[in-house]
């Protein structure tokens, strides 16, 4: 059985960052993105088996983390913000991934938008990519946490077309980057399904039964990598019930990497109240939804 991961993601940027700046309104400074990430480290960190921070405000953090808790930094200019209508990650210019065991860090993470059905030089590239710091990786001796993000080229993702192809997509991104050329040791993955569309949470287009299935058959195409699954952006209430339904489906997983759905609500929270009303926030609710995660998978045992 893989090790436990509760992991905790605060590696969000640009949009983030707008959204502080407009929730403190007036009050706003130009550190507020910085004192939010640091009191979700600081606050949620003891209880986590990692926190991943971002490639900007990351290095800056390093010093604030726990003991006990693993630090993991994004290789990534600006998460989910690309550059081109490709969507292939902008890299960093501040440092390498050489520079990672300098600075204390032994975990990387890396994400690419993937559609396996797009262009097939496209994904090559992507492809080359995702092997070039697989091979980075291995040569500083740090681990590689690779999340594929799937999409398709004609379909928008959030209704019910995009949810009936989703398990596939899933499926075939997590077999494309499990192949050992990539020298991925977890894979950060999508639930497979959208719990709009299962029975018993949504409209019932996809069966309680077919959802356990689409679990099962994304997780064997993981041929034996760790994987940690994503929230996604979707609220907490609908994570926690993923993740029950992966322990379920009987799923090997090592855990989850959990950022909005844990610590969104904040963001209101600070806007309007500062950073003492946000740590008093997290060190309550967030504290709760991070143990609710943790419980959730402590029934595989």
Known sequence: MPDRIHGVAVDAGSGLEASIRAARGSDAKSDDLLAFKRTVLETLGPDASTVLVDATCGPDLLQNYPAGCDRMLAFEADVYHISDADRITVLPDSF?????????????????????????????????????????????????????????????????????????????????????????????????????????????????????????????????????????????????????????????FAGFMCGRAIWSDGVAVFGAEGERALRNWLDQTGRDRLHRLIAALERKA
């Open 96 to 252: 390498q991934v050489s520079d990672y065991p300098g600075m204390g860090v032994k975990q990387l993470k890396f994400f690419m938008y993937y559609a396996p059905d797009d262009d097939p030089d496209l994904n090559q590239r992507k492809h080359d990519l995702v092997a070039d710091i697989g091979q980075r990786c291995r040569d500083a001796g740090i681990r590689y946490l690779m999340e594929p993000l799937v999409y398709h080229p004609d379909v928008t993702p959030g209704g019910a077309d995009f949810a009936a192809l989703k398990p596939d997509l899933v499926r075939r991104a997590t077999a494309a980057f499990a192949d050992p050329k990539f020298q991925v040791d977890v894979l950060k993955v999508e639930v497979p399904v959208d719990l709009n569309f299962v029975e018993g949470f949504g409209t019932g287009q996809m069966s309680r039964t077919q959802a356990l299935d689409a679990f099962q058959q994304a997780a064997e195409a993981a041929n034996g990598i760790d994987l940690v699954y994503l929230s996604a952006g979707v609220t907490f209430d609908r994570f926690e019930a993923s993740l029950k339904l992966a322990v379920e489906a009987e799923v090997d």
